[in-house]
């Protein structure tokens, strides 16, 4: 039964147009509707459940302690929980890294960490622009969408959204001109018009942008670029990070280290909300309660955060296996492209983040609502909605991946022939 979601839920529910079912249970990467039946996920909450649904080597911990009266709301307040996740996200994560992060937890979602690290940046420098890229998504709410690229959602604001200029992301120009040209043109120019940026944010891969994921060689000129500018470079980590792309933070690979990094979604391990904004110790200049919010302390999240950094960080295994089934969704990708080149025109993504670029914009849905109709969850992105967008929980099997991929590979297929017919 459907009727009471349409009578009351407000129009702007969105997910659900596209997988009309009313799910009760999950476990791992599949999904159960009330009917019976079971849909492998493709989509892990948008990135939010990299380790599963019901993680049970979580949910074993996040049962116990609730068990015991443990404290759950305190805002900032000091807690047993929040102490324990600073000190062994200190010891499994940073100090590894050789990272000196000062950390701040400003709410429990995504864009609460992005509007955290715009309002320091500016406190910090007194400047006011920040510099975004085109196709970028950095959360919902008016900072966050003032440097978002995406006009749909920009207009929902309402209002003017200023303080931000976006600049070309990697490729986007199709290498028709030297990386950063116009950025850096334009900051040595006194007559262009662009105010000294406060910062640079930037995701190294854009998933709602359409899985553009930015090279090694760009992401660490653009570091060298705000190093000598005195910008501010901001990696908003939330859906790429917590092993999304292989290494916990997804700009490892490129060996730069960001002033301020946003991390939320998959953070707590387990789909609780979660967020927090790791910045340069000299950043730290906030006046106490300057920013602050009601949930900045869930603290069975920092429970089950504890869980998945001990139970899947303590050693490389995570990464390398996130690294080989990512290879192993590329190769199934690869070849769904070329039997449908008509139909497709490129795979692009890393780690355990793919996109199946369709040539008709209008594929892309069709490609998903045929794998729903086979028992595969998946989500489009990118500027036109033209990508069909995998984000497989990172413990997906290797056996429901090759499944999940065979779906695709149907759904593809059965798109382009009704499309020739």
């Known amino acids: 039964m459907t009727d009471v979601f349409a009578r009351l839920e407000s129009e702007v529910r969105g997910y659900c147009r596209g997988w009309p079912a009313v799910f009760t249970t999950a476990r791992g990467s599949h999904m159960t509707a009330e009917d019976g039946r079971t849909y492998l996920d493709f989509f892990a909450g948008a990135g939010t459940l990299n380790y599963g649904h019901n993680n049970p080597l979580l949910k074993q911990r996040l049962m116990e302690y609730l068990a015991g009266d443990s404290i759950v709301h305190s805002l900032d307040m000091y807690t047993a929980a929040k102490r324990t996740f600073l000190e062994r996200f200190e010891e499994i994560v940073l100090k590894p890294r050789g990272l000196d992060y000062k950390v701040q937890f400003p709410g429990p979602a995504g864009n609460h960490s992005v509007e955290a690290a715009l309002?320091?940046?500016r406190k910090y420098t007194g400047r006011e622009t920040v510099v975004s890229f085109t196709n970028a998504f950095h959360g919902m709410t008016l900072g966050a969408l003032a440097v978002t690229g995406n006009s749909m959602k920009r207009t929902g604001a309402g209002v003017p959204l200023g303080h931000g200029v976006a600049m070309p992301y990697d490729n986007y120009l199709d290498g028709r001109t030297p990386d950063f040209l116009l950025f850096e043109t334009m900051l040595d120019d006194s007559g262009s018009g662009l105010d000294k940026p406060a910062a640079v944010i930037v995701e190294t891969v854009q998933g709602e942008g359409g899985?553009?994921?930015a090279t090694a060689e760009w992401l660490r000129g653009l570091s060298d670029l705000c190093r000598r500018h005195d910008i501010l470079l901001i990696v908003d980590d939330v859906q790429m990070g917590c092993g999304r792309t292989g290494a916990?933070?997804?700009f490892e690979e490129a060996g730069i280290v960001p002033d301020i990094v946003c991390l939320s979604k998959s953070l707590s391990g387990y789909g609780l909300p979660f967020?927090?904004?790791?910045?340069?110790r000299d950043?730290?200049?906030?006046?106490?309660g300057e920013h602050n919010g009601t949930f900045r302390g869930f603290n069975p999240a920092f429970v089950t955060a504890v869980g998945a950094l001990e139970e899947y960080w303590t050693d490389p295994g995570m990464e390398q296996q996130t690294l080989a089934k990512g290879r192993l969704v590329e190769r199934g990708l690869d070849e769904i492209a070329l039997l449908n080149a008509g139909a497709v025109e490129t795979v692009r993504g890393r780690g355990l983040a793919w996109g199946l670029v369709m040539r008709d914009p209008e594929l892309a849905p069709r490609v998903c609502a045929e794998a729903f109709e086979r028992g595969l969850l998946m989500e489009t992105s990118g500027p036109e909605g033209e990508v069909v967008k995998l984000l497989p929980p990172l413990t997906t099997s290797e056996?429901?991946?090759?499944?999940g991929l065979e779906i695709i590979a149907a759904s593809v297929s059965a798109v382009r022939d009704a499309v020739t017919v």
């Not at 950043?283 to 106490?288: A, I, S």
Request: charged letters at 25%; proline letters at 4%.
């Open 119 to 121: 309002k320091l940046a």
């Open 211 to 213: 899985i553009n994921a």
């Open 248 to 250: 916990f933070f997804s």
């Open 275 to 280: 967020a927090i904004t790791l910045m340069r």
């Open 283 to 288: 950043l730290d200049v906030w006046e106490p």
């Open 399 to 403: 056996a429901d991946l090759s499944r």
